[in-house]
């Protein structure tokens, strides 16, 4: 069954790092996302993706983040430099269509430290 | 914005009971959905649905529209149904719009 991937499945940085984190859609998806939890707290959007292009954003999403679908697989969510309030769970997400079923990835657990 | 909102937020239960878990939003929306979430923090989407009812094994999902509410049903409830069970809609109209979350219902089945 396809499936939605997500690499790193944690990853532990310094605050004001960098980070990538990677997600491989389902292929024949056309919608993606990212969401990130905090431990406790429910699921939020982060932003969506269409046609190569962000399609909406929450305040959350703010000049700090930025994605990417850089070869036509992958879909990334780049931290540009980390805080210490960015320590979450990091999940990906795709849809065939709008408004139809999505498939979650297993999530990419962030600490930063 | 919409506002979903879960209802328990925890649940203990014995294996064998039947289990109701409901959710309620407060604008309309183009879908809703019902996502599974183990400890281990991956998200399985069980149900979407727009109108009526849908069944798969032991789970049903009711929406009412005019109510704007939601029930998630487990039948003959089994220790493996331990998760969090999370409500999430899909807000009207065109575009991408991603997910609006409700903080989830911690259900645990005691054998």
């Known amino acids: 069954e396809p499936e939605v991937t997500q690499t790193p499945s944690h990853q532990v940085t310094q605050m004001g790092q960098e980070v990538i984190l990677r997600c491989v859609p389902i292929?024949?998806?056309?919608?993606f996302y990212w969401y990130r939890q905090i431990l406790g707290q429910k699921v939020e959007f982060l932003v969506s993706?269409?046609?190569?292009?962000?399609?909406?954003k929450s305040e959350i999403f703010d000049d700090q983040f930025s994605v990417e679908r850089p070869d036509g697989s992958n879909f990334t969510l780049k931290i540009r430099s980390t805080k210490l309030e960015d320590s979450a769970m990091y999940f990906c997400?795709?849809?065939?269509?709008?408004?139809?079923?999505?498939?979650f990835g297993q999530g990419t657990r962030l600490t930063v430290v | 914005k919409n506002e979903v909102e879960q209802s328990p937020q925890n649940l203990t239960a014995q294996e064998g009971e039947f289990i109701t878990i409901n959710c309620s939003y407060s604008?309309?929306?183009?879908?809703l959905h019902w996502l599974q979430q183990h400890p281990g923090g991956g998200i399985v989407s069980l149900f979407m649905?727009?109108?009526g009812k849908k069944k798969h094994g032991r789970l049903i999902a009711t929406i009412n529209i005019q109510e704007k509410h939601s029930s998630l049903h487990i039948t003959a409830s089994h220790p493996r149904d331990s998760a969090v069970y999370i409500c999430?809609?899909?807000?009207?109209?065109?575009?991408?719009?991603?997910?609006?979350f409700g903080k989830g219902t911690h259900l645990i089945i005691q054998p």
């Open positions: 604008v309309g929306i183009s879908a």
């Open positions: 997400a795709s849809s065939r269509k709008w408004n139809t079923e999505a498939f």
């Open positions: 292929s024949n998806h056309l919608y």
């Open positions: 649905l727009s109108s």
């Open positions: 993706f269409y046609n190569n292009e962000i399609s909406e």
């Open positions: 999430a809609v899909t807000p009207r109209g065109g575009g991408a719009d991603g997910l609006t």
